[in-house]
Structure formats: C-alpha cells, structure tokens
C-alpha cells in the first residue's frame, strides 16, 4: 500500500532566521525517517508596519525584544553555529537591516502558482542571510526569481501591479486567527502545531509518532 504523503504546512517569513533554521531541522530529521511528505509554505511577517527604508537588524532587535549588544552578538554567533551544521551559511553584519516582506510573499504566491514556491522561498533565505541582498528591493528580487529559472519581466509585473496582494493579506489573516503569532509554526497533519526551531532530533521524534499513528 502506498504511504500517504504527511502534510506539512509551515508559517514563516524570510527574515527570520529561526525559520531556515527551522526548516533544515525538519528536512534533517525527514531525510533520517524517510519520511514521506508535502510541504506547503504560508506567509507570516515579522514587521507588517517596517517602513520601506527598513531598520537596521542589530537595531531592530535591542528594540524590539530588548536584547543588549551583547546578547544580540552572542545569538548570531549561536544561530551562525547552527546554521553551519545544518549547511546553511550566515553571515551577519553590522550594516544589515531587516525589511518589510509583504512584496517577497506576493512573488512567493506567483511562484507557487507554477510549483516553484519552495525554490524561491530558500533562494530568498540565502538571499538575505549568505549575500545580504535588500529583498526590499524589487529588482532584487526579480533578479532572485530569475536566478532559479523564472521569467524576471513577470517576476516585476507581479510586483509592481500588486495582483496576489489581497490573497497574500487574507492568508496572512487566515493564520493570525489560528493563533499564530511568531514563527516558524509548523503544522503537521493539519492538527498538530509546533512552534520555534526544535531541532532535528525533536522533529523526528514527532514524525515517528504521526507516521506510526497513521500506518496503524
């Protein structure tokens, strides 16, 4: 008998770091169980109200969550760790800012369309997080589309003419009255939430219960 594919719906925005982080511990922990799956991405922002200039990223945090300089240093040498035993690269610094991303789901959506969502959702992680490239800029990304095989001038049609804004809000919405309020939330089978980066470990944990509760 054929598996049944699990579920996995995953919240998130691409300026979280905890969020590739995140998802590379899923993958790890998917590829050590085998387990068979569908992932579908959901756009969440961390910043709905960031003007377009955006703020600087050490700034942003000290004052958002009222971290000090140094614990704000002492977390991106501990997610730069991670990020590197999971073979994702970050590289953190003092000019890097934190934008607005309501325009990077929207091209997320038109990606989707044509099942390209998952490409360009990781091109869009390093994008931001290897290459510290201003996803704020439409051009940008465009030229990020382009570069895993989509069609630029319709990348910046997308953009610029606003077509999926609406569906992007409304899903946006959908997902705050779940109850979402911080990412990454991961969804499994459509009834089970997990929140924050867990690890690989906890992630296999949990696929090993819903696999063997589904092949029972």
Known sequence: MTETPLRIDIISDVMCPWCIIGYRQLQTALEATGTAHEIHWHPFELNPEMPPEGQNLREHII?????????????????TAIGADLGFEFRFAEDMRMHNTFAAHQLLHWAGEMGRKHDLKQALFSAHFTHRRDLSDRGV????AAEIGLDRDEALAVLEDQRFAEIVREHE?????????????????SKHLVTGAQGAETYARILTQLTQGQNT
Request: net charge negative; proline share 5%.
């Open 63 to 79: 004052e958002k969550y009222g971290s000090s300089p140094e614990q704000s240093e002492q977390s991106r040498v501990q997610m």
């Open 141 to 144: 990304l465009a030229d990020v």
């Open 173 to 189: 919405r959908f997902w705050l009255r779940q109850g979402i309020q911080g990412v990454p939330a991961v969804v499994f089978d």
